[in-house]
């Protein structure tokens, strides 16, 4: 018998710890307007974290795979920095099936502050780069929402957070 409670106890608390390392941010633009897709990160321990790019609220049936690090971001020159995650994210060939393609993000893990008129507060959390085929092709940067596309009847103004994909 306390063999069992031991057992229960344990599972109960890594439950718990898995719980509190998750982390669900949408991506707002600079302007404030919701994209249809968001991160969903959990961590793995060891500095390492593992998640999806939910695309159900862009009308979309796959999602994008998420793998990083934990790091932090100098603001050489970049309009974002500071402690958070940089991963990769299978976003253009989850969409548009485009294995040559990536998108690369870094976030901070606390979502921006909205202030009485509805504006985002602070400096922009994410900023995301996108090469094609070798070559540079772009980035997008904005803030970090605690609000989530698609729940709660919320609804998007924009497609998703990446650099636009022409073929």
């Known amino acids: 018998m306390r063999l069992k409670s031991l057992l229960v106890i344990a599972v109960f608390v890594v439950a718990c710890s898995f ?3 998750a982390q669900t941010f949408g991506f707002a633009s600079t ?3 919701l994209y249809c897709n968001y991160e969903q990160l959990s961590s793995a321990g060891g500095g390492e974290w593992a998640g999806i790019d939910n695309f159900s609220a862009c009308g979309s049936t796959t999602n994008g795979t998420i ?3 934990s790091a932090s971001l100098a603001a050489d020159g970049e ?3 500071g402690p958070g995650v940089i991963y990769g994210d299978s976003l253009y060939a989850a969409l548009y099936g485009d294995g040559t393609a990536q998108w690369s993000v870094f976030t901070k893990l606390k979502a921006n502050k909205v202030n009485r ?4 507060t602070g400096g922009y959390s994410w900023i995301g780069v996108a090469a094609f085929s070798g070559f540079f092709a772009g980035g997008n940067i904005g803030y970090l929402s605690a609000t989530v596309p698609g729940r709660n009847g919320i609804t998007t103004s924009k497609g998703n957070s990446a650099v636009a994909k022409t073929k």
């Not at 008129?117 to 985002?120: P, V």
């Open 19 to 21: 719980a509190a390392s």
């Open 117 to 120: 008129f509805g504006a985002y």
């Open 31 to 33: 302007g404030g307007a």
């Open 67 to 69: 793998s990083g690090f």
């Open 79 to 81: 309009k974002t920095g």
